[in-house]
Protein backbone atom coordinates (compact mmCIF):
# COMPACT_ATOMS: atom_id res chain seq x y z
CA UNK A 1 0.00 0.00 0.00
CA UNK A 2 2.76 2.48 0.80
CA UNK A 3 4.41 2.08 -2.25
CA UNK A 4 1.16 2.35 -4.28
CA UNK A 5 0.86 6.17 -2.77
CA UNK A 6 4.30 6.59 -3.71
CA UNK A 7 3.87 5.80 -6.92
CA UNK A 8 0.28 7.76 -7.13
CA UNK A 9 2.79 10.72 -5.54
CA UNK A 10 5.17 10.66 -8.48
CA UNK A 11 2.48 9.89 -11.19
CA UNK A 12 1.02 13.29 -10.13
CA UNK A 13 4.09 14.85 -8.60
CA UNK A 14 3.41 16.34 -5.61
CA UNK A 15 6.28 17.36 -4.53
CA UNK A 16 5.31 20.53 -7.51
CA UNK A 17 2.45 21.51 -5.28
CA UNK A 18 4.78 24.01 -3.70
CA UNK A 19 4.66 25.83 -6.74
CA UNK A 20 0.51 26.73 -6.56
CA UNK A 21 -0.44 25.94 -3.00
CA UNK A 22 1.59 28.99 -1.21
CA UNK A 23 0.03 31.12 -3.68
CA UNK A 24 -3.85 29.87 -2.62
CA UNK A 25 -3.13 30.08 1.16
CA UNK A 26 -1.55 34.09 0.41
CA UNK A 27 -4.85 34.87 -1.68
CA UNK A 28 -6.66 33.72 1.68
CA UNK A 29 -4.48 35.06 3.82
CA UNK A 30 -5.31 38.21 2.13
CA UNK A 31 -8.90 37.98 1.62
CA UNK A 32 -9.28 37.30 5.11
CA UNK A 33 -7.08 40.68 6.68
CA UNK A 34 -5.02 37.70 8.50
CA UNK A 35 -5.54 34.25 9.21
CA UNK A 36 -8.68 32.68 7.45
CA UNK A 37 -10.73 30.30 9.57
CA UNK A 38 -9.64 26.66 10.67
CA UNK A 39 -12.61 25.33 8.35
CA UNK A 40 -11.49 27.13 5.57
CA UNK A 41 -8.12 26.90 5.39
CA UNK A 42 -8.96 22.65 5.97
CA UNK A 43 -11.38 22.99 2.68
CA UNK A 44 -9.20 25.10 0.98
CA UNK A 45 -6.41 22.74 1.29
CA UNK A 46 -8.32 19.54 0.42
CA UNK A 47 -9.63 21.75 -2.79
CA UNK A 48 -6.12 22.36 -3.71
CA UNK A 49 -4.94 18.36 -3.42
CA UNK A 50 -7.60 17.50 -5.26
CA UNK A 51 -7.80 20.05 -8.25
CA UNK A 52 -4.02 19.76 -8.66
CA UNK A 53 -4.23 15.78 -8.09
CA UNK A 54 -7.02 15.47 -10.84
CA UNK A 55 -5.42 18.05 -12.79
CA UNK A 56 -1.67 16.10 -13.08
CA UNK A 57 -4.03 12.71 -13.42
CA UNK A 58 -5.53 13.83 -16.35
CA UNK A 59 -2.28 15.62 -18.23
CA UNK A 60 -1.08 11.91 -17.70
CA UNK A 61 -3.59 10.37 -19.33
CA UNK A 62 -4.21 12.89 -22.43
CA UNK A 63 -0.45 12.69 -22.66
CA UNK A 64 0.33 8.90 -22.40
CA UNK A 65 1.38 8.46 -26.08
CA UNK A 66 3.64 11.54 -26.29
CA UNK A 67 5.25 10.74 -22.96
CA UNK A 68 5.57 7.11 -24.43
CA UNK A 69 7.63 8.66 -27.51
CA UNK A 70 9.35 11.21 -25.54
CA UNK A 71 12.85 10.09 -23.82
CA UNK A 72 12.58 12.62 -20.93
CA UNK A 73 9.37 11.29 -20.06
CA UNK A 74 8.87 7.55 -20.96
CA UNK A 75 9.69 6.31 -17.82
CA UNK A 76 6.58 8.08 -16.04
CA UNK A 77 4.23 5.97 -14.15
CA UNK A 78 1.42 5.42 -16.92
CA UNK A 79 3.93 4.97 -20.15
CA UNK A 80 6.12 2.96 -18.05
CA UNK A 81 3.37 0.41 -17.35
CA UNK A 82 3.84 1.15 -13.27
CA UNK A 83 0.04 2.72 -13.21
CA UNK A 84 -2.89 1.46 -15.73
CA UNK A 85 -5.05 4.07 -17.40
CA UNK A 86 -8.05 2.81 -15.82
CA UNK A 87 -6.79 3.29 -12.26
CA UNK A 88 -5.58 6.44 -12.98
CA UNK A 89 -9.07 7.36 -14.56
CA UNK A 90 -10.56 6.61 -11.44
CA UNK A 91 -7.85 8.50 -9.26
CA UNK A 92 -8.78 11.57 -11.95
CA UNK A 93 -12.51 11.35 -10.68
CA UNK A 94 -12.21 10.72 -7.21
CA UNK A 95 -9.49 13.39 -6.96
CA UNK A 96 -12.24 16.18 -8.99
CA UNK A 97 -15.06 15.17 -6.87
CA UNK A 98 -12.90 16.07 -3.83
CA UNK A 99 -12.41 19.59 -5.24
CA UNK A 100 -16.27 19.73 -5.58
CA UNK A 101 -17.40 17.94 -2.62
CA UNK A 102 -14.79 20.60 -0.67
CA UNK A 103 -16.37 23.30 -3.04
CA UNK A 104 -19.48 22.52 -1.80
CA UNK A 105 -18.18 23.03 1.75
CA UNK A 106 -16.81 26.60 1.25
CA UNK A 107 -19.77 27.89 -0.32
CA UNK A 108 -21.92 28.32 -3.05
CA UNK A 109 -20.06 30.37 -5.39
CA UNK A 110 -17.33 28.16 -5.00
CA UNK A 111 -19.34 25.12 -6.14
CA UNK A 112 -20.74 27.03 -9.06
CA UNK A 113 -17.21 28.18 -10.12
CA UNK A 114 -15.37 24.56 -9.87
CA UNK A 115 -16.52 22.94 -13.13
CA UNK A 116 -14.38 25.45 -14.76
CA UNK A 117 -11.69 24.98 -12.82
CA UNK A 118 -12.43 21.77 -13.94
CA UNK A 119 -12.55 22.79 -17.57
CA UNK A 120 -9.68 24.62 -17.73
CA UNK A 121 -7.12 21.69 -16.65
CA UNK A 122 -9.21 19.74 -18.88
CA UNK A 123 -8.22 22.03 -21.76
CA UNK A 124 -4.52 22.52 -21.22
CA UNK A 125 -3.22 19.22 -22.28
CA UNK A 126 -4.87 19.84 -25.68
CA UNK A 127 -3.28 23.26 -26.10
CA UNK A 128 -0.01 22.62 -26.49
CA UNK A 129 -1.18 20.33 -30.09
CA UNK A 130 -2.15 23.60 -31.87
CA UNK A 131 -1.14 26.40 -30.24
CA UNK A 132 2.01 27.95 -28.43
CA UNK A 133 -0.02 29.72 -25.95
CA UNK A 134 -0.49 26.67 -24.20
CA UNK A 135 2.06 27.81 -21.46
CA UNK A 136 -0.60 30.90 -20.99
CA UNK A 137 -3.60 28.57 -20.40
CA UNK A 138 -1.26 26.28 -17.72
CA UNK A 139 -0.81 29.62 -15.93
CA UNK A 140 -4.64 30.34 -16.11
CA UNK A 141 -5.48 27.22 -14.25
CA UNK A 142 -2.80 27.68 -11.56
CA UNK A 143 -4.19 30.93 -10.85
CA UNK A 144 -7.01 29.68 -9.46
CA UNK A 145 -5.11 29.27 -6.66
CA UNK A 146 -5.10 32.56 -5.44
CA UNK A 147 -8.62 33.66 -6.75
CA UNK A 148 -10.40 30.40 -5.59
CA UNK A 149 -9.35 31.14 -2.17
CA UNK A 150 -10.34 34.76 -2.14
CA UNK A 151 -13.95 32.85 -3.05
CA UNK A 152 -13.15 30.46 -0.28
CA UNK A 153 -13.40 33.06 2.18
CA UNK A 154 -15.33 36.29 0.83
CA UNK A 155 -18.19 34.26 -1.15
CA UNK A 156 -17.75 36.91 -3.51
CA UNK A 157 -15.55 37.70 -6.77
CA UNK A 158 -13.75 40.71 -6.20
CA UNK A 159 -11.16 42.58 -8.94
CA UNK A 160 -9.05 43.46 -6.39
CA UNK A 161 -7.40 40.19 -6.41
CA UNK A 162 -7.23 39.59 -10.28
CA UNK A 163 -3.62 40.93 -10.19
CA UNK A 164 -2.53 37.98 -7.95
CA UNK A 165 -4.14 35.88 -10.18
CA UNK A 166 -2.25 37.66 -13.29
CA UNK A 167 1.19 37.22 -11.45
CA UNK A 168 0.48 33.40 -11.27
CA UNK A 169 -0.14 33.50 -15.12
CA UNK A 170 3.22 35.19 -15.57
CA UNK A 171 5.07 34.06 -13.26
CA UNK A 172 4.13 30.18 -14.56
CA UNK A 173 4.63 30.91 -17.99
CA UNK A 174 7.86 32.39 -17.31
CA UNK A 175 9.28 29.32 -15.74
CA UNK A 176 6.92 26.87 -17.99
CA UNK A 177 8.70 28.32 -20.87
CA UNK A 178 12.45 27.30 -19.72
CA UNK A 179 11.38 24.36 -18.52
CA UNK A 180 10.08 23.85 -22.21
CA UNK A 181 13.65 24.30 -23.80
CA UNK A 182 14.25 20.76 -22.99
CA UNK A 183 11.86 19.36 -25.84
CA UNK A 184 12.54 21.71 -28.86
CA UNK A 185 13.89 19.21 -31.02
CA UNK A 186 10.76 16.65 -29.55
CA UNK A 187 8.14 19.15 -30.29
CA UNK A 188 9.60 19.46 -33.84
CA UNK A 189 9.15 15.98 -34.54
CA UNK A 190 6.34 15.48 -32.82
CA UNK A 191 4.49 18.32 -34.18
CA UNK A 192 3.79 19.97 -30.71
CA UNK A 193 3.43 23.66 -30.12
CA UNK A 194 5.60 25.54 -27.51
CA UNK A 195 7.26 28.81 -26.67
CA UNK A 196 10.66 27.67 -27.45
CA UNK A 197 9.61 25.79 -30.71
CA UNK A 198 8.67 28.94 -32.45
CA UNK A 199 10.89 31.88 -31.27
CA UNK A 200 14.03 29.55 -30.31
CA UNK A 201 16.43 29.55 -27.02
CA UNK A 202 17.28 33.03 -27.15
CA UNK A 203 14.13 34.61 -27.88
CA UNK A 204 12.38 32.24 -24.59
CA UNK A 205 15.00 33.22 -22.60
CA UNK A 206 14.11 37.05 -22.98
CA UNK A 207 10.57 36.70 -22.70
CA UNK A 208 10.95 34.87 -19.61
CA UNK A 209 12.72 37.88 -18.30
CA UNK A 210 9.72 39.94 -19.15
CA UNK A 211 7.11 37.78 -17.74
CA UNK A 212 9.08 37.59 -14.68
CA UNK A 213 9.61 41.45 -14.67
CA UNK A 214 5.13 41.56 -15.03
CA UNK A 215 4.45 39.10 -12.26
CA UNK A 216 6.99 40.93 -9.93
CA UNK A 217 5.45 44.02 -11.10
CA UNK A 218 2.06 43.06 -10.19
CA UNK A 219 2.97 41.42 -7.13
CA UNK A 220 4.03 45.49 -6.70
CA UNK A 221 0.42 46.32 -7.55
CA UNK A 222 -0.55 43.69 -5.26
CA UNK A 223 0.97 45.18 -2.28
CA UNK A 224 -0.16 49.15 -2.95
CA UNK A 225 -3.73 48.01 -3.81
CA UNK A 226 -3.88 46.22 -0.34
CA UNK A 227 -1.74 48.59 1.69
CA UNK A 228 0.30 45.94 2.69
CA UNK A 229 3.25 46.59 5.24
CA UNK A 230 6.95 46.79 5.64
CA UNK A 231 7.28 42.69 5.45
CA UNK A 232 5.58 42.12 2.46
CA UNK A 233 7.88 44.89 0.63
CA UNK A 234 11.17 42.91 2.31
CA UNK A 235 9.36 39.91 0.77
CA UNK A 236 9.00 41.36 -2.60
CA UNK A 237 12.68 42.58 -2.67
CA UNK A 238 14.27 38.80 -1.80
CA UNK A 239 11.21 37.79 -4.43
CA UNK A 240 13.28 40.11 -7.15
CA UNK A 241 16.54 38.54 -6.10
CA UNK A 242 15.48 35.27 -6.29
CA UNK A 243 14.25 36.46 -10.02
CA UNK A 244 17.34 37.62 -10.76
CA UNK A 245 19.44 34.88 -9.94
CA UNK A 246 17.07 32.24 -11.05
CA UNK A 247 17.68 33.78 -14.68
CA UNK A 248 21.24 34.26 -14.06
CA UNK A 249 21.73 30.79 -14.02
CA UNK A 250 20.12 29.84 -17.25
CA UNK A 251 21.92 30.88 -20.25
CA UNK A 252 21.53 30.33 -24.31
CA UNK A 253 24.54 27.90 -24.15
CA UNK A 254 24.43 26.34 -21.12
CA UNK A 255 21.05 24.71 -19.82
CA UNK A 256 22.53 22.58 -17.49
CA UNK A 257 21.00 24.16 -14.42
CA UNK A 258 16.92 23.82 -15.94
CA UNK A 259 16.05 21.82 -13.20
CA UNK A 260 17.25 24.20 -10.43
CA UNK A 261 15.77 27.45 -12.32
CA UNK A 262 12.71 25.28 -12.83
CA UNK A 263 12.07 23.73 -9.00
CA UNK A 264 14.03 24.86 -6.74
CA UNK A 265 13.82 29.02 -7.21
CA UNK A 266 10.07 28.86 -8.25
CA UNK A 267 9.84 27.43 -5.07
CA UNK A 268 11.60 29.41 -3.06
CA UNK A 269 9.88 32.47 -5.00
CA UNK A 270 6.31 31.17 -3.85
CA UNK A 271 6.90 30.33 -0.46
CA UNK A 272 8.95 33.58 -0.39
CA UNK A 273 5.11 35.22 -1.02
CA UNK A 274 3.39 33.66 1.38
CA UNK A 275 5.63 33.31 4.11
CA UNK A 276 6.47 37.35 4.10
CA UNK A 277 2.29 38.25 2.97
CA UNK A 278 1.35 36.25 6.47
CA UNK A 279 4.19 38.31 8.67
CA UNK A 280 2.43 41.31 7.19
CA UNK A 281 -0.88 40.49 9.01
CA UNK A 282 0.99 38.88 11.94
CA UNK A 283 2.65 41.58 12.78
Given amino acids: MFKKIVLYLKLIKFSHSIFALPFALTGAIIAASGIPSFRQIFWILVAMVGARSGAMGLNRIIDRNIDA ?9 IPAGKVRVAD ?38 YTKRFTWLSHFVLGL ?17 DWEIVPLGFTVIFWLAG ?26 IRNTLLFSHIFHFLAWGLLVYTGIIFDLGIFYWLGMTIVAGLFIYEHSIVKPDDLSRLDMAFFNMNGYISMTVFVFTLLNYIF
Fill in 88 to 125: AVIFTIISFLALIFAAYMLNPLCLKLSPVAIAVVFLYP
Fill in 175 to 200: FDILYALQDIEFDESFGLYSIPKRFG
Fill in 141 to 157: SLSAAPLGAWIAVRGTF
Fill in 69 to 77: ENPRTMSRE
